[in-house]
């Protein structure tokens, strides 16, 4: 079993950064692959980042490509979002997701844990 803590959410201005934080209970977090999505009001789930157990992959949804990055650190047991250049459309709640020995799927399908999620609001 693994529980997933997502903070690091809130209001920030159109332009403006926020760094998301995942904090894991699993005591062999180094083998889970750990992924973001998010989700808008009245849309579907949607892929923003992840990374491999391994940590040596990563892959990005189109609409976050060139402004948000992923990153683990194990020894932390922590996963990152680094958002950067926010724009109102990346206005959600953010989950955190992991699963065993993947390499950072984009199907929120695959993930069997899930965080409580943290809204991320960008104002115009």
């Keep these: 079993q ?3 803590v997502e903070s690091g959410g809130g ?3 159109a332009g403006g950064s926020l760094r998301l934080s995942c904090a894991a209970s699993a005591r062999t977090f180094s083998r889970y692959a750990l ?4 989700q808008a009001p009245g849309k579907e789930r949607e892929f923003v980042a992840a990374v491999s157990w391994s940590g040596g992959r990563t892959n990005y949804g189109d609409s976050v490509k060139g402004r948000f990055t992923i990153s683990r650190d194990n020894a932390q047991n922590t996963v990152y979002l680094q958002m ?3 724009k109102p459309e990346d206005t959600a709640v953010y989950y955190c997701a992991a699963v065993r020995f993947s390499l950072g799927s984009s199907r929120s399908d695959d993930y069997n844990y899930w ?3 943290t809204q991320v609001t960008v104002s115009s």
């Design 2 to 4: 693994v529980q997933l």
């Design 11 to 13: 209001l920030v201005q």
């Design 35 to 38: 992924g973001w999505f998010r």
């Design 84 to 86: 950067n250049s926010l």
């Design 115 to 117: 965080g409580q999620g």
